[in-house]
């Protein structure tokens, strides 16, 4: 197949100063817990990028002094000439295959406590260190140490260079960054030429930018990344004042605007709270002011989307970070005129959640992401199955569907059937909820690639016991019947069963799923799941008329949202919604009528007037059909299934993104020998010096 002309624009070149991008697709900087702590896997992720055809292809920041330490965070830092070798190889990685390789210089100032480097943070002003509510504070700069600080940037701008990067971008954003700590006036009390008017403020902006295009602009792309709008009002910078006047002020400096919004929370929003191209509002003022090339972000899977921003005239270039983790080679795709075969982020910011957590970034919709060096998985290719052997998967959720599509791709023979009418499991149901529509698109993007595979049989309504599979006698029986939610209240907080939770008016989210409602119209959700469950039925709830309060026994609503930048958005729609909260507080017993809690601030009992009370704690595995399969094959061993397995939820209950990697582990390690005493992936292993004498 051959690309379609109306995708010709976003196959033109683009200069930006002295180096030229193939085409219009940026990898912009994105953090992905590997960095330096596992490089080996971050120049195995970034190569698949441009293998996939990204133009450009960035680093995620790279810290390049010890005082700005980005630790416990696995970022790349360039502090001396010891990163020059993993840094170079990147590089390397992403020249292969035609691409311009881009580095993020940053500095973190006054939000990173330099847990490792021990060193003192550094900032505009005093104040207390940002990450983790360090018990640090950072300094206020002198001018020494702001000329200090410049000289370094200018070291490591020269060091990029020589190392082999074509672009070096200089970052103003994510109200994360010395450049742009100095600019919000928040931030900056000084009184000197750094401090006070716009000018002022932007001051070190402007010399990191000067000084970065005279040490290597004649080889080298000097970009910017800048936050046009802070999206807290005349609080901080707004696109349409000071925003836009940085932009005026510096216009013609840079090779590239790369703009957004900030901060993280705001710029990354997952679909939840934020459609494709939702940053266009912000940004699109920056091409009227300057001549130079501008690009944004915005979640962008469409490339009529993309085609559009460009022909708006917003854009020339289609910065992307989740839809290239998500699907490394959807630039080849649109290029190859595979539409169908783009696998699209569903922006629900796990990759984000597990930076944050400190872990490698994985991803619910690839779940080759991370693995390209350390398991060696292609995004898009598997090796061929030995043999023309018969497989069955039961059950169509996340995980029997990829199972399905990996054993499909790697030319093995699959039956798929499932219960229900409708494929997808637990991702059909839960896009149902307010806001997870994109959800969907874990299901679509599997059915859509599985239903062209002549290999793959799919039966839908069609539920089977032990009997049936064992007479289908396939060779190989994949268990993916998911996992159901409990009702007991058992969780990480309670480990035995709540009083009362077995009356009727107790419901579980799968009840809600399945149509069911409380008797009357007040409800209690009591969530021990702290991810997103417990608010998405509040919203619903909520907006059919009942009235809803949530208890959790954490200090605060959904904590673990706070990993996937929602926790704040998070807050204010459950807040719109008319939702009690209960921080604080856990289910003692139900009652007819009542709840009855413990408020642990207070350490007193509290008794909640309820009609019915939804119980978001834990799940339980459903694998009786497994148990029963294999208690069949102990009768009757001489079936010809050689192997049975639980795959995703059935094996143990997790999120999305686990099902999609478990079910596509499982078919990719078909009928490969894995001791299970080994480690199942390459380690990255440090050089431990001679002992000191
Ligand atoms: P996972 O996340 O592990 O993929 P899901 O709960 O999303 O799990 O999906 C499990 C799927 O298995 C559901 O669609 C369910 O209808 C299906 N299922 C459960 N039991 C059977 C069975 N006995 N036969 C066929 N399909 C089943
Ligand atoms: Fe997109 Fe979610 Fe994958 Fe991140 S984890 S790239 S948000 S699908």
């Known amino acids: 197949m051959t690309r379609d002309p ?67 965070y696995a970022e790349t830092n360039m502090w001396d000439a010891g990163d020059e070798v993993y840094l170079g190889r990147m590089v390397e990685e992403v020249h292969r295959y035609g691409s311009l390789a881009g580095i993020e210089l940053v500095h973190n100032g006054h939000d990173t406590p330099n847990l490792y480097s021990r060193e003192i943070p550094i900032g505009p002003m005093h104040r207390p260190a940002n ?46 960054t010395v450049p742009s700590h100095f600019l919000a006036r928040r931030h900056n009390q000084r009184t000197d030429e750094y401090g006070g008017s716009l000018e002022n403020r932007l001051r070190l902006f402007r010399e990191l930018l000067e000084e970065t295009r005279e040490a290597v602009g004649d080889t080298t792309g000097v970009v910017v990344r800048f936050a046009v709008d802070e999206m807290m009002g005349p609080d901080g910078l707004e696109w349409h004042a000071e925003g836009r006047e940085a932009v005026e002020m510096m216009a013609e400096l840079p090779d590239l605007w790369d703009v957004n919004v900030s901060d993280w929370a705001n710029d990354s929003k997952t679909s939840r709270f934020a459609p494709e191209g939702y940053q266009e509002d912000y940004v699109a003022f920056v091409k009227q002011v300057t001549t130079k090339p501008v690009s944004t972000v915005g979640r962008y899977t469409s490339p009529d989307a993309m085609v559009s921003a460009i022909r708006r005239g917003i854009v020339d270039l289609i910065g992307a970070a989740r839809p290239s983790i998500a699907d490394p080679f959807l630039p080849r795709k649109v290029e190859e005129g595979r539409l169908d075969d783009i696998r699209e982020c569903i922006g629900c910011n796990v990759c984000i959640g597990w930076t944050q957590m400190t872990a490698p970034a994985r991803c619910t919709q690839n779940p080759t992401f991370g693995e390209e060096w350390r398991k060696a998985w292609h ?34 023979r699959v039956t798929l059937a499932e219960a229900q009418e409708e494929l997808g499991g637990r991702v059909t149901r839960e ?56 009702r007991d209240g058992c969780g990480r907080r309670l480990t035995s069963p709540v ?195």
């Open 6 to 72: 109306r995708y010709d624009i976003l196959f033109e070149p683009l200069a930006i100063g002295p180096v030229t991008a193939p085409n219009r697709f940026y990898q912009v900087p994105h953090c992905n817990g590997m960095g330096r702590v596992y490089p080996n896997a971050m120049i195995g992720m970034r190569g698949a990028k441009a293998e996939g055809g990204w133009g450009i292809v960035c680093t995620e920041q790279c810290d390049f002094l010890a005082n700005g330490d980005a630790s416990p």
């Open 131 to 176: 990450w983790s509510l360090a018990p640090i504070q950072a300094r206020a700069m002198d001018l020494a140490d702001i000329r200090e600080y410049r000289r370094a940037h200018r070291r490591a701008a020269v060091r990029a260079r020589d190392i082999g990067f074509d672009i070096v971008i200089v970052y103003a954003g994510h109200d994360g």
């Open 379 to 412: 995004p898009e290719t598997l090796p061929p199955a030995r043999a023309d052997a018969h497989l069955l998967i039961v059950g169509a959720g996340p995980a029997g569907l990829e199972a399905a599509r990996a054993a499909g791709l790697r030319g093995l």
């Open 431 to 486: 896009s149902r909820l307010p806001g997870l529509a994109a959800w969907a698109r874990v299901r679509d993007y599997r059915m859509s690639q599985i239903q062209r595979m002549p290999n793959v049989d799919i039966y839908r309504s069609s539920r089977l016991d032990a009997d049936q599979i064992l007479e289908l006698g396939a060779d190989h029986v994949a268990i993916a019947t998911g996992a159901s939610w409990r």
């Open 499 to 693: 009083p009362g939770s077995d009356a009727a008016h107790v419901l579980t989210p799968d009840d809600i799923l399945a149509g069911r409602r409380p008797p009357g119209r007040k409800v209690l959700l009591f969530d021990d799941d702290h991810y997103y469950m417990a608010s998405v039925l509040g919203e619903l709830l909520s907006a059919e008329g009942y009235d809803v309060s949530l208890a959790t026994p954490m200090a605060t609503v959904a904590a673990w949202l706070t990993h996937t930048l929602e926790h704040e958005a998070n807050q204010e729609r459950l807040h719109d919604a008319g939702v009690n909260l209960h921080a604080n507080t856990t289910l003692l017993a139900v009652e007819t009528g009542q709840a009855l809690l413990h408020d642990s601030l207070r350490r007193r009992e509290v008794t909640l007037p309820v009609d019915g009370v939804v119980m978001i704690t834990a799940r339980l595995p459903e694998d009786s059909l497994y148990h029963d399969v294999v208690q069949a094959l102990d009768v009757t061993p001489d079936t010809g299934i050689r192997t049975l397995r639980r795959v995703g939820d059935c094996q143990a209950p997790g999120i999305i993104a686990t099902a999609v990697y478990e079910g596509h582990r499982y078919a990719r390690e078909l009928g490969t020998d894995i001791d299970p005493g080994d480690v199942p992936f390459r380690r990255e292993l440090h050089v431990i010096e001679p002992a000191m004498t």
